[in-house]
């Protein structure tokens, strides 16, 4: 009688282990949309170390596009605790561009086609000839997340699972939220 007992146990406890394990995450990410409703790639990769997620839907809609518009197709918003290296690839011929809204965390890489695809980024927009990092300041908000598709003249970026890095930088009013940036080297 007792060993029967110790089955039933055994068999319980299976059961209620198993029945737990249903409720686990799965390392599939449900489908994420874009706010166009058409579904994004990727998903949005937390930043490095020295930042917390905060709330600020206004700077999260500036930072997300619809389909062609380019920019992100998703995101979450942060601020800096800390110093974070940034990066960034602008036109040299257009030094104003130095300091703008898109960057990354990791250092860009070529070939610059692969780049311009992984980011979205039209030939018009920019030759990507010069590259740049800087530190983000402390208590800086920026938003992080995989890239909408970029419609360009003459073709079309699909969306990208690459995260960019959103600041809302513009030179035009003061509003900078970079420092100690590097004059910019020729790239790739």
Not at 151 to 180: G, L, W
Request: charged share 20%; net charge negative.
């Amino acid at each position: 009688m007792m060993h029967n007992k110790n089955i039933f146990s055994v068999i319980f406890l299976l059961a209620l282990i198993i029945s737990g394990c249903e409720s686990l995450p799965t390392a599939d990410k449900p489908e994420t949309q874009g706010i166009d409703g058409i579904a994004c790639v990727g998903y949005i990769q937390p930043p490095p170390s020295g930042a917390i997620e905060v709330m600020d839907p206004a700077l999260l809609q500036k930072a997300l596009g619809t389909s062609g518009e380019g920019k992100l197709c998703e995101g979450k918003v942060y601020v800096a605790t800390q110093p974070m290296t940034v990066y960034r690839v602008w036109n040299s011929d257009k030094s104003y561009t130095q300091i703008g809204s898109w960057w990354s965390f990791d250092h860009p890489n070529g070939p610059k086609p692969k780049y311009r695809e992984d980011n979205g980024i039209c030939p018009s927009w920019s030759t990507l000839d010069r590259l740049s990092s800087c530190t983000l300041k402390v208590g800086a908000k920026f938003v992080v997340g995989p890239g909408q598709s970029a419609q360009c003249q003459h073709m079309t970026y699909a969306k990208s699972e690459v995260n960019q890095v959103f600041i809302p930088n513009d030179t035009r009013i003061d509003q900078v939220y970079v420092e100690n940036c590097t004059e910019g080297t020729v790239w790739p």
